[in-house]
């Protein structure tokens, strides 16, 4: 029987986009109350829904009692970032309802936000951070986060990926297609079926330097989805802005949404060297520019952009 007192609304991606915008402001608001723990405002990893309403945007069976929101940071050298520091602020009005229990005070559901410091850089892949941390099981958080499901909120290109559960692995049948007949079953045709015909593509995965699928570098949607995730042919390593042509040794396989991302780094990366700007430069005007950073990054270093660069 459903619990009358939860929403079984849908959370959609407007209403994780409200989740976002509710974390930044309490986050601004925690570091202006407590200087001494401000060095963790530039310290984000990524921000996430977590618990039973990161589990009803997966299977829309569980409903909402409130909305639980983690952001990780990478564990700074003053110290862990303080695990009982944590509060409260409400949705507002909305299809969600509110949930009985909560004082009147709150027009909206609860959403209660919570910070956890993982022993990583500030460079490091958020998401496999953050499997890392549950995986590994080693406090009471991370194991009750794990037994649930956990959703980004930002960085603003990943919102919406489902990072846990992780993705299980390719069904039988799927692995045992040639790869001829899974980019036929995809509705790829072309230069990357013509690679599959004379055996130059035995395996048909995201060959970007960065994957940002959540289901990993082998999982595409059809081409008709018209989907972040259907499979594309990438001008490599002669861009097409660089007079490069779709041919057998100038073209790799890659998602929608990765050959996107990696095309706009290169474009505003090679414009910028071809000024004689330094990478710390580069990395500054990219985070002025509010430019998408690579897989599991939230600001741009001289070092990321070297990697985006050369990888």
Not at 55 to 77: I, Q, S
Not at 234 to 260: E, F, I, Q, S, W
Not at 269 to 291: D, P, T, Y
Request: hydrophobic fraction near 35%; include cysteine; charge should be positive.
């Amino acid at each position: 029987m459903a619990d009358k007192s939860r929403s079984y609304e849908r959370i959609t991606r407007k209403d994780l986009t409200r989740l976002a915008a509710i974390a930044r402001d309490d986050q601004d608001a925690r570091f202006a109350r407590r200087s001494r723990w401000r060095p963790y405002a530039d310290r984000v990893l990524c921000v996430a829904l977590c618990q039973g309403a990161a589990l009803h945007y997966v299977d829309g069976r569980n409903g909402v009692k409130d909305f639980d929101v983690y952001t990780f940071y990478a564990e700074h050298p003053t110290g862990p970032f303080p695990f009982r520091w944590r509060t409260e602020m409400d949705f507002g009005p909305s299809r969600f309802g509110r949930y009985p229990g909560d004082p009147e005070s709150f027009r909206g559901r609860r959403v209660d936000l919570i910070g956890r410091s993982l022993d990583v850089s500030p460079d490091a892949d958020s998401v496999e951070a953050v499997n890392r941390y549950l995986t590994a099981g080693r406090t009471e958080t991370a194991r009750q986060l794990a037994m649930k499901a956990v959703v980004l909120l930002d960085p603003e290109e990943l919102r919406g990926e489902i990072i846990w559960p992780q993705a299980t692995p390719a069904a039988p049948a799927d692995a045992e297609e040639t790869p001829v007949q899974k980019l036929e079953r995809l509705g790829v045709r072309g230069i990357l079926w013509q690679l599959a015909r004379h055996g130059q593509l035995i395996d048909v995965r995201c060959e970007m330097p960065q994957c940002y699928c959540f289901r990993g570098r082998r999982y595409f949607d059809p081409r008709s989805a018209r989907s972040d995730w259907e499979p594309t042919a990438d001008h490599y390593p002669r861009l097409k802005m660089h007079r490069g042509h779709l041919t057998p040794d100038n073209v790799r396989l890659a998602h929608r949404l990765c050959n996107r991302r990696d095309y706009t780094w290169r474009k505003k990366i090679n414009a910028m060297l071809g000024k004689r700007m330094s990478l710390e430069e580069i990395a500054e005007k990219l985070n002025a520019e509010k430019v998408s950073t690579i897989h599991g990054t939230n600001r741009w270093t001289a070092a990321s952009v070297r990697k985006a660069f050369v990888s």
